[in-house]
């Protein structure tokens, strides 16, 4: 796929670096030259310009790539005129940085596609690191909502699905459990080969290197978390 990256401080370097790595065509935009020239090598196309000057923004290949992704957070009102140039130039699929609520609101306005929240993502991610534990990754559906991925902890080895009562008491829903296999490879070293299964037999009896993939309320995972 073909991205446009517009920004590339801390946030928009990472981003553009790690969509190019992955194998999707990016094109880099910043106004700073030191920008441009520690990341271009790694892009498709990086170029020095102000985005928020609408013939030179006119001049990039907004409409031949799948998303224009506007990546600065600190210049509230580079964001904002970008953004509402890229609309008006009937850019479809837009994403955008915000990095407060009135940020937030102003990008809503606009009806883009999808708002991008890192730091607030960031600051989720490790209180429910530090409340859960580091052996457990978590995914923020909305506010209240959150998919977690964990270790099945000592105490629910030997347990069968069923005998865990996730919905009945918790209100969760368990997506899929995941299974590590050990294995050797050609040069006869170990390596674990993890199997998802998605329906899961009644009699599956978790073991010590499985994982479980739960859906549902954050409170209610918490209320889980803590019974365990």
């Known amino acids: 796929m073909k991205y446009i990256v517009i920004g590339l401080g801390d946030y928009g370097y990472v981003l553009a670096e790690e969509l190019a790595a992955v194998g999707h065509e990016v094109i880099g935009v910043d106004s700073k030259s030191a920008h441009i020239e520690s990341i271009k090598e790694k892009l498709a196309a990086a170029f020095v310009m102000d985005a928020t000057d609408e013939m030179a923004l006119a001049a990039l290949p907004l409409h031949d790539v799948d998303a224009v992704i506007v990546a600065i957070g ?31 609101s102003v990008m809503q306005a606009f009806n883009i596609e999808k708002i991008l929240s890192p730091e607030a993502d960031a600051a989720h991610n490790m209180v429910e690191r530090i409340e859960f534990g580091y052996d457990i990754e978590t995914f ?74 739960i859906f549902g309320k954050y409170a209610d995972f918490r209320r889980f978390w803590n019974s365990i």
């Open 140 to 213: 923020r559906v909305d506010k209240n909502h959150i998919v977690a991925k964990f270790n099945v902890p000592e105490k629910l080895v030997g347990y069968s699905v069923p005998q865990l009562h996730i919905t009945e008491e918790f209100g969760l829903k368990l997506l899929a459990t995941i299974r590590g296999r050990v294995q050797k490879n050609a040069m006869g070293i170990n390596y674990t080969e993890r199997n998802v299964l998605v329906e899961i037999p009644e009699d599956f009896a978790l073991q010590t290197d499985d994982q479980l993939v």
């Open 74 to 104: 600190e210049n509230f009102g580079a964001s904002v005129r970008i953004t509402a140039l890229l609309k008006q130039m009937k850019v479809e699929h837009i994403f955008a940085r915000a990095n407060d609520d009135v940020h937030r």
